[in-house]
């Protein structure tokens, strides 16, 4: 059974950083491209950031490329998220994901029917 696990989500001040974390467990973890993906109130849930299984590419949706970064360490199962810059409109539930590509192809990889995994979520709100 696939237990997805985020921590580290807070309140902060725009202009300010949070680091999100994850950890997978049951599953061949380099077997997976993972995903972090965020709800805000009222919206849909979207594709934030995606890195291969080997963490050598990644992928950023436009409104948050140069402020956050993903990163893996397969020996430890676990993903981050480093988010700088802060700004009001990050505020969402952000939800880690392991998806069933093991890159992440253009267009397809912010799908959430390719999602094998979903953690609880952890909620970010940045202040203005």
């Known amino acids: 059974q696939v237990q997805v696990v985020e921590s580290g989500g807070g309140s902060v001040q725009a202009g300010g950083s949070l680091t999100l974390s994850c950890t997978a467990s049951?599953?061949?973890?380099?077997?997976?491209?993972m995903a972090w993906f965020r709800q805000a109130p009222g919206k849909e849930r979207d594709g934030v950031s995606c890195?291969?299984?080997?963490?050598?590419?990644?992928v950023y949706e436009d409104a948050v490329t140069g402020r956050f970064t993903t990163s893996r360490d397969n020996a430890k199962n676990t993903v981050d998220l480093q988010m700088g810059n802060l700004k009001p409109e990050d505020t969402a539930m952000y939800y880690c994901?392991?998806?069933?590509?093991?890159?992440?192809?253009?267009?397809?990889?912010?799908?959430?029917?390719?999602?094998?995994?979903w953690g609880q979520g952890t909620q970010v709100v940045v202040s203005s």
């Open positions: 049951g599953l061949t973890f380099d077997d997976h491209a």
């Open positions: 994901a392991v998806s069933s590509y093991i890159n992440c192809p253009s267009g397809s990889w912010q799908q959430s029917k390719k999602v094998i995994s």
């Open positions: 890195i291969n299984w080997n963490g050598f590419a990644t």
